[in-house]
C-alpha cells in the first residue's frame, strides 16, 4: 500500500480536523560580525490518544500519570551578552538559564495531591532526559506568585517550579531530546543537531513547553546557540591549532603603516571584514531529507537568514530561489527530496540588523567576606530613555543562606551615577514607589528554600541596586559534595518586565552564582586515624615482642657446636610442620 494515500485517508477521518500537524523552523541572526544566533523551533500538536498520533507516547503518559496541563523544561549553559546581543530570542519566552529548571502546573484537589504528583513527575522525566531531576525535592521547589504565568492561575491548578543550577548540560541531554521529533533528528533541520557543534558554542539553550488545550497535545520544541563562528570554522579547517603561514594572515590594510609586501602587518580584528561559510561548515553537513518529513509536516519546513541583505549575498544548493526575499530577511523552503546546503557570502559581515534592545540590564553577584555571611547584590540598569520600567524578580536561595529581612534596601542611581533615593524594602503591604517585597516565604532547614519575589521600578536611565544580607548555615559532614570547596550554586533570578496586558512580556534569567561554605577540613579524620593507627601499631609491636620473648642469661647456655645447633633448629622446624 502506498503510504502518502494512507496518510491522506488518516487525514481525512481525524476528528476535529488534523490529527497531527508539525513544522519546524531554523533561523540564523548574525549577531555581531563573529557571533551568530542560529534558532531551531520545531511545533508538534496532536489530538490526544489519537491512533495515528506522532506525539510522542512517552510524553502523553507523563502528563496523564501526575494530572498536569502544562510542563516546561529548560537546558541551558553559557553566557548571553544582554549588553551587545540584546533581549533573548522570542522575548526570552523559551530561554533556559544556567543549569536546568523545570516547572509544570498540576490539577489536584488538595496541595499534598499536587506535590505528590510533581515529584512523580520529575522522576519520570529524570529518566527520560538522563538529568538528575530527581533531585528536585521540597528542598528545591518553590510555587510562583507573580512569574512564571502564575498570575493567571486557578484553584484547582498548582504551580510547581524547580532548578538545579549545577547540572552540566550535555550530548546525553540532546539524544533523547531528538528522540522526541517525529524523525527523531534524521531530516529536516534536525539533521544538523550535533552535539559536537551544539555544546562547543558560546551559549545555548533547549526548552520543551507541553500544553494540553481543547483536548489537543501541543509540543514545542527549541534550540538557540550562539555560535562563534571564527571559532567554529577554525575547528574545522584546522583542528590541531598552529600558527597560520604568513600568506595566509588577513592584514588589516585601513592602519597607515600596513605594507604586507614588505612583511608589515597588523593582524586584522576578527569578526569583520569579508566571510564566506556554508552550512556544513558551520554545522558539519548539511540538512539531510528524507522521505520521512515530506509525509508529516503541514507547511514546507523553511531556514531564515536575518540579514541586511544589501550587503550579504546568499546561493542555495541546486541554484534554488529563494522563497522570500526582502531588506532584512531571506528565506528558503526546503526541497523535499534532495538535501540541502546554503553558502552565505559577505564582504562586511559587521553589517548586521539593528538588535531589540533588551528593557533593563540585570547582574546579581555575592557580595561580603569570611565564612559568617554574605550578601546578593542585584544591579538593574533601565537602557529605555524615556519611561520608567517596572519588573518582578523571583529567587530562590537554598535553605543554608539564612536572608535576614531587615536587610533588604535599595539605592537608586540617575544616568549621571549620582545618588537619588535609598531606603528599605517593606514585607507589608506598603507600595512604595520604587521596590515592593511582593512575596516573602522564609526557608526551613533541609525542607524547603528560600522564596523572594520583588516588583521594581526604575525611572527612565536610572540604576538601581537591590541588597540584603544573609547568613550561611553550617551543613552536616555528609551533605557536603564531593567537591565541597568548589562552592554551591545558585540558581539564577528570573526577571520578568511587566507590560500592558496585551504583549508577552519579556523575561530573562540572571546568571548563577557561586557560593562558598564554611567547609569541615576534611582530611583531619584521616589524619587522626592515620596517627592514631601508627601509635598503636607501634606499642603492640614492642609489647608482644617483649611478652613472647623468653629471656635466659648467656652463661646458662650449654656450650654447643655451630653444626650442632643448626641441627637442633632444623629438627625443631620439622616437628613444627610434622
Ligand atoms: C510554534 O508555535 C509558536 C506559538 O504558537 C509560534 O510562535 C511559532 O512560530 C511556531 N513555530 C513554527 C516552526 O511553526
Ligand atoms: C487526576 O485528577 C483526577 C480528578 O481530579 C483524580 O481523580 C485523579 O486521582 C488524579 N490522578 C493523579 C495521578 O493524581
Ligand atoms: C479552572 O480549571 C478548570 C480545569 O482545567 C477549568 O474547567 C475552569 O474553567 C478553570 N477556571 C478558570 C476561571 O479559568
Ligand atoms: C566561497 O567559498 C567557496 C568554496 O570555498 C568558493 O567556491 C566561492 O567562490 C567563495 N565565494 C566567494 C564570493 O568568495
Ligand atoms: C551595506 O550596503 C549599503 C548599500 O549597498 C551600503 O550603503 C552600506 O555602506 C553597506 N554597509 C556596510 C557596513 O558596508
Ligand atoms: C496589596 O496591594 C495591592 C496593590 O498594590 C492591592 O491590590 C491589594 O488589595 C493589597 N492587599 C492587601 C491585603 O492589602
Same mark, same amino acid.
Given at each position: 500500500m502506498k503510504l502518502p494515500a494512507l496518510y491522506a485517508l488518516v487525514l481525512a477521518l481525524a476528528p476535529g480536523g488534523l490529527a497531527n500537524a508539525y513544522d519546524e523552523r531554523l533561523d540564523i541572526t548574525p549577531l555581531t560580525g563573529e557571533h551568530w544566533l542560529v534558532s531551531f523551533d520545531f511545533n508538534l500538536s496532536s489530538a490526544v490518544s489519537h491512533h495515528h498520533q506522532l506525539f510522542p507516547r512517552v510524553l502523553e503518559g507523563v502528563l496523564a500519570s501526575s494530572n498536569a496541563s502544562e510542563l516546561h523544561l529548560r537546558f541551558g549553559q553559557g553566557y548571553w551578552d544582554a549588553d551587545n546581543w +540584546?533581549?533573548?530570542?522570542?522575548? &526570552?519566552?523559551n530561554v533556559a538559564g544556567t543549569g536546568v529548571e523545570l516547572w509544570a502546573r498540576i490539577a489536584a484537589d488538595s496541595y499534598p495531591d499536587a506535590e505528590a504528583s510533581w515529584f512523580s513527575l520529575a522522576n519520570s522525566l529524570s529518566g527520560m532526559f538522563c538529568? %538528575?531531576?530527581?533531585?528536585?525535592?521540597s528542598a528545591h521547589t518553590t510555587s510562583p506568585k507573580?512569574?512564571? &504565568?502564575?498570575?493567571?492561575?486557578? !484553584?484547582s491548578l498548582y504551580l510547581f517550579h524547580g532548578s538545579l543550577p549545577s547540572e552540566p548540560v550535555c550530548t546525553e541531554n540532546l539524544t533523547p531530546y531528538l528522540k522526541l521529533l517525529p524523525c527523531k533528528g534524521a531530516? +529536516? /533541520?534536525?539533521?544538523?543537531?550535533d552535539g559536537h557543534h551544539l555544546f562547543e558554542s558560546q551559549w545555548q539553550s533547549m526548552s520543551i513547553d507541553l500544553s494540553v488545550e481543547d483536548g489537543r497535545l501541543h509540543l514545542r520544541q527549541s534550540i538557540y546557540a550562539v555560535l562563534h563562528v571564527d571559532r567554529t570554522l577554525e575547528r574545522r579547517i584546522n583542528p590541531v591549532p598552529e600558527p597560520e603561514p604568513y600568506e595566509a594572515v588577513k592584514c588589516d590594510? %585601513?592602519?597607515?603603516? %600596513?605594507?604586507p609586501q614588505n612583511g608589515i602587518c597588523y593582524p586584522r580584528i576578527p569578526g569583520i571584514g569579508e566571510i564566506n561559510v556554508t552550512l556544513s561548515d558551520l554545522f558539519g553537513s548539511p540538512i539531510k531529507n528524507g522521505a520521512c518529513l515530506s509525509k508529516i509536516t503541514s507547511k514546507s519546513p523553511q531556514i531564515c537568514l536575518h540579514i541586511p541583505s544589501d550587503n550579504w549575498s546568499v546561493t542555495a544548493s541546486d541554484e534554488l530561489s529563494p522563497a522570500i526575499k526582502s531588506v532584512d530577511q531571506i528565506c528558503y523552503v526546503i526541497p523535499p527530496d534532495s538535501d540541502f546546503d546554503l553558502s552565505i557570502h559577505s564582504e562586511t559581515r559587521e553589517s548586521v540588523l539593528p538588535k531589540t534592545p533588551s528593557p533593563i540590564l540585570a547582574s546579581r553577584h555575592l557580595v561580603g567576606w569570611g565564612q559568617e555571611r554574605g550578601g546578593f547584590h542585584s544591579v538593574y540598569k533601565s537602557t529605555s530613555g524615556d519611561s520608567p520600567v517596572s519588573f518582578v524578580t523571583y529567587e530562590v536561595l537554598p535553605?543554608?543562606?539564612? /536572608?535576614?529581612? !531587615? %536587610?533588604?534596601t535599595y539605592t537608586l542611581f540617575d544616568s549621571a551615577g549620582a545618588e537619588v533615593a535609598t531606603g528599605s524594602f517593606s514585607a507589608s503591604n506598603v507600595s512604595s514607589d520604587i521596590a515592593q517585597l511582593l512575596y516573602y516565604k522564609p526557608a526551613q532547614p533541609r525542607v524547603s528554600p528560600s522564596h523572594i519575589e520583588m516588583l521594581l521600578t526604575i525611572p527612565a536611565g536610572s540604576k538601581l541596586v537591590t541588597m540584603y544580607q544573609f547568613e550561611k548555615s553550617l551543613l552536616y559532614y555528609n551533605e557536603y559534595p564531593p567537591d565541597a570547596n568548589r562552592g554551591f550554586d545558585i540558581s539564577p533570578a528570573i526577571v520578568e518586565v511587566l507590560t500592558d496586558s496585551s504583549s508577552p512580556r519579556a523575561v530573562f534569567r540572571t546568571t548563577s552564582s557561586l557560593l562558598s561554605l564554611p567547609t569541615p577540613d576534611f582530611s583531619m579524620p584521616y589524619n587522626v586515624i592515620i596517627l592514631t593507627s601508627t601509635v598503636i601499631a607501634l606499642a603492640f609491636g614492642t609489647i608482644f615482642n617483649l611478652v613472647t620473648r623468653t629471656f635466659v642469661y648467656a652463661e646458662d647456655l650449654p656450650k654447643q657446636s655451630l653444626a650442632k645447633k643448626l641441627r637442633a633448629k632444623l629438627s625443631k622446624i620439622t616437628s613444627m610442620f610434622s
Open positions: +540584546g533581549l533573548t530570542p522570542n522575548n &526570552g519566552a538529568a %538528575s531531576l530527581n533531585f528536585i525535592d507573580s512569574v512564571l &504565568g502564575a498570575f493567571d492561575t486557578n !484553584h531530516a +529536516g /533541520v534536525s539533521s544538523l543537531l590594510s %585601513s592602519r597607515d603603516y %600596513s605594507n535553605w543554608f543562606m539564612r /536572608v535576614y529581612l !531587615h %536587610s533588604f
